[in-house]
């Protein structure tokens, strides 16, 4: 086997400054970008799946160390059906409120559990959600939610978006 001589520092110095005038001549590479990540909203980067943002820290964590793709998706897979994610899920569509948000925004907010749960294969029926949403009305709604109840058919769920919408 046959070695090579140590570059001497003058030789090094030529090579190093010729490989960094190579880069700047080239402009930035494929990995650098011009502008800065917000990371604060959805769609903050170019180019960067907004579904990227909504990854939590604790996913990041648990999949660093991972050397495969299959092993990434299964440790993902496992953390979001497991009982105690369905479960906290669960908690956060019993606790909501409206409180001052618009009806919109309760309404996603609370549909957002509900898909959150069917992707964990855990679906929920329409009438169980409208009970979840009704729950989480202050005393105002109370009118809306009396003639809710004196109707003889079930309300559905855009019937209780829209009365809620008029009743704001």
């Given at each position: 086997m046959c070695c090579l001589p140590k570059p001497t520092d003058e030789q090094w110095l030529s090579n190093t400054k010729s490989r960094e005038a190579s880069?700047?001549?080239?402009?930035?590479?494929?990995?650098?970008?011009?502008?800065?990540?917000?990371?604060?909203?959805?769609?903050?980067?170019?180019?960067?799946?907004?579904?990227?943002?909504?990854?939590?820290?604790?996913?990041?964590?648990?999949?660093?160390?991972l050397t495969s793709s299959k092993a990434m998706w299964d440790a993902i897979r496992s953390m979001f059906t497991s009982t105690s994610w369905i479960n906290n899920l669960r908690i956060a569509l019993a606790n909501g409120r409206k409180e001052n948000k618009t009806v919109t925004v309760y309404f996603t907010e609370t549909k957002s559990y509900t898909e959150e749960l069917a992707r964990a294969g855990k679906t929920l029926a329409e009438e169980k959600l409208i009970s979840y949403i009704?729950?989480?009305?202050?005393?105002?709604?109370?009118?809306?939610?009396?003639?809710?109840?004196?109707?003889?058919?079930?309300?559905?769920?855009?019937?209780?978006?829209a009365q809620m919408s008029n009743f704001d």
């Open positions: 880069k700047a001549a080239a402009g930035p590479g494929p990995s650098t970008s011009s502008r800065k990540c917000s990371g604060t909203r959805p769609g903050g980067c170019k180019g960067v799946p907004p579904d990227l943002y909504l990854a939590r820290k604790e996913v990041l964590i648990e999949v660093a160390a009704l729950a989480g009305l202050d005393k105002n709604y109370n009118p809306l939610v009396s003639a809710l109840d004196a109707r003889m058919e079930e309300v559905t769920l855009n019937e209780l978006f």
